[in-house]
Nanobody, 122 residues
Framework: QEPLLESGGGTVQAGGSLRLSCTAS?????VTWFRQGPREGRDAIAS????????MYVDAVKGRFTISRDDSRNTVYLQMNRLRPEDTGIYLC??????????????????WGKGTQVTVSS
């Protein structure tokens, strides 16, 4: 079983919505969504910490994306609204067994999913 499995990607027009899911084979305290573009590294999008449901977002998605979790299903969701062409990329989730203030650094994570493609057309 994959440690993390993403789903929910697809192709939408600008202004549309998608909900991504990241399902884990075990419980993780901190789960973060990243986006990888065709020629770029992995950019952090949003993270959630289970102890107090603390959520963190990068400025580009604040007010448009919402991260949430259902611990009974070991699943973290990323609701993406008002999508823009620049949101296009492969969305991956990554997990930690502790809280990190540097959640936005890909190098912090050893557990990754394989990603789901999101394409936003203009």
């Amino acid at each position: 079983q994959e440690p993390l499995l993403e789903s929910g990607g697809g192709t939408v027009q600008a202004g549309g919505s998608l909900r991504l899911s990241c399902t884990a084979s075990q419980y993780h305290y901190m789960v973060t969504w990243f986006r990888q573009g065709p020629r770029e590294g992995r950019d952090a999008i949003a993270s959630i910490y289970s102890v107090d449901d603390k959520t963190m977002y990068v400025d580009a998605v604040k007010g448009r994306f919402t991260i949430s979790r259902d611990d009974s299903r070991n699943t973290v969701y990323l609701q993406m609204n008002r999508l823009r062409p620049e949101d296009t990329g492969i969305y991956l989730c990554a997990a930690l067994s502790y809280y990190s203030a540097t959640w936005y650094r890909p190098s912090m994570y050893k557990t990754w999913g394989k990603g789901t493609q999101v394409t936003v057309s203009s």
